[in-house]
């Protein structure tokens, strides 16, 4: 009886240390399986860092006029494409073209008050050589009275004459020295001229000014202006986007940005645009981020944090499309999400490269789905 329990307790007991064997096989394939899978992760993570937090960016501008007034016309409507030098809104010129006016008078008082000048200058120099001439005589009267050829009486006269031409030459002088002085340099040297030419300048470049142009070509958009709305020089009316520049802005964390280098190659994904992947590549990477910590009262606020991980931290990087701006998709719009995969090796086509490629792939025609 017991050698025949013990015959069929044999198998059984192979069977379960067969089972367990193969549980523990299983149980390691597992193991190293996930050890390769954190292990490639871990390495395809600094090769082709990817990202779903990319945004498009591009060069904003708030619109405002330089004067101040009321608005006359709006020529633009909102969300609308416009061209370089293209007229947005007028201002009421009217006050502008006033002070343009004023400012032409007083340019030509200031050229009268120059001519008066130059002649008072003239007048003076006239009474100078005047004075001097008559000095000169009673010079020639001593010298023939010193001879005899004159009587004493003569040059007692010439004596009282000269002291006379002697004080009014002094004050000719004087008066020659004060017209100089009141006139400046001449013409256009003139300080009294320049300063009316620069407030005529001033007065035009104002009334240039009421109409308001776009800088470059773009598109404008949250337009808040009406025909008849008052508006002070420098308040924004209008946001301008320009059509000149555009790139887009992914945040990578710090332990991403290993290998990653300016020149890198990068695979675009836009919700945008939906199947289609295109080209880019790093221009730059952010130097600096804003911790979140402010300071108040010249120390620093600690910033208190339950987590049993810190989050990590993410630094911009900037991407710019193959082609420039004609290569970008008019479907894109400032803001609009982007998924970005970056081929820090320097090819896209290199061996961590093909399973970042593939993602993207299949993102993309998820993307026609969510």
Known sequence: MTDQNATEAAPDAEAQSAAKSSARRVGLIVIILL???????????????????????????????????????????????????????????????????QARADLANALQSVDASSASLVAAQAAVTQARSARSQAERVFRLESRGVVAEARGDDARASVTQAEAQL???????????????????????????????????????????????????????????????????????????????????????LQKVTPGDPAHLLFDA??????????????????????????????????????????????????????????????GGKVHAVIFADGSPTGLMAWPARAMQRMRSWASFLH
């Not at 320049?194 to 470049?205: K, N, S, T």
């Not at 402010?294 to 630094?315: M, Y």
């Open 170 to 256: 002094a004050s000719a002088e004087a008066n020659l020295e004060s017209a100089r002085n009141q006139l400046g340099p001449k013409g256009k040297e003139n300080p009294a001229i320049q300063a009316a030419e620069a407030r005529l300048d001033a007065a035009l470049y104002d009334l240039a000014s009421t109409t308001v142009t776009a800088p470059h070509r773009g598109v404008v958009t949250n337009v808040t202006l009406s025909d008849g709305q008052f508006i002070g020089a420098g308040n924004p009316a209008m946001t301008f986007i320009d059509a000149e520049a555009a790139w887009v802005t992914v945040d990578l964390r710090e332990n991403q």
């Open 35 to 101: 050890v390769l899978l954190v292990a490639f992760y871990a390495m395809a993570d600094r090769a082709t860092p990817s990202t779903s937090r990319g945004i498009v960016s591009a060069n904003l501008a708030q619109i405002a006029p330089r004067v101040s007034g009321e608005v006359t016309a709006l020529h633009v409507a909102d969300d609308a494409v416009v061209e370089a030098q293209a007229p947005l809104f007028s201002i009421d010129p009217r006050p502008y073209e006033l002070a343009v006016r």
């Open 273 to 334: 645009v939906p199947g289609r992947i295109l080209s880019g590549r790093v221009q730059s990477i952010a130097w600096g981020i804003n911790p979140g910590r402010t300071v108040q009262g010249g120390l620093v606020v600690s910033q208190p944090s339950n987590r049993w991980f810190e989050p990590a931290r993410r630094i911009p990087v900037r991407i710019e499309l193959d082609g420039g701006i004609e290569a970008w998709p008019r479907t894109v719009r400032v």
